[in-house]
């Protein structure tokens, strides 16, 4: 299965799983986002960030979707 990994962490004395993931996912969404943005002129990088755009009809404080996480821009 090529579209996953394992990541192993060791958190600090009050570790919070679920906090830990989000961060991850929100920077990872945000790196994604932002290298499609800049380098829109490869056509494949503008279809996939008109893939992640959410539609008008979500009223949300996030314009794009990426790994279940909310990017904003």
């Not at 394992?6 to 906090?19: F, K, Q, R, T, V």
């Not at 990088?45 to 009223?59: D, F, Q």
């Amino acid at each position: 299965m090529p579209e996953h990994f394992h990541l192993l962490i060791w958190p600090s004395a009050d570790p919070n799983p679920s906090e830990i993931l989000q961060k991850l996912e929100d920077r990872t969404a945000l790196f994604i986002l932002k290298n499609l943005k800049d380098n829109a002129s490869y056509p494949w990088r503008r279809k996939m960030l008109s893939r992640v755009k959410l539609p008008p009809t979500v009223h949300h404080h996030a314009h794009f979707r990426v790994c279940n996480a909310e990017a904003m821009t």
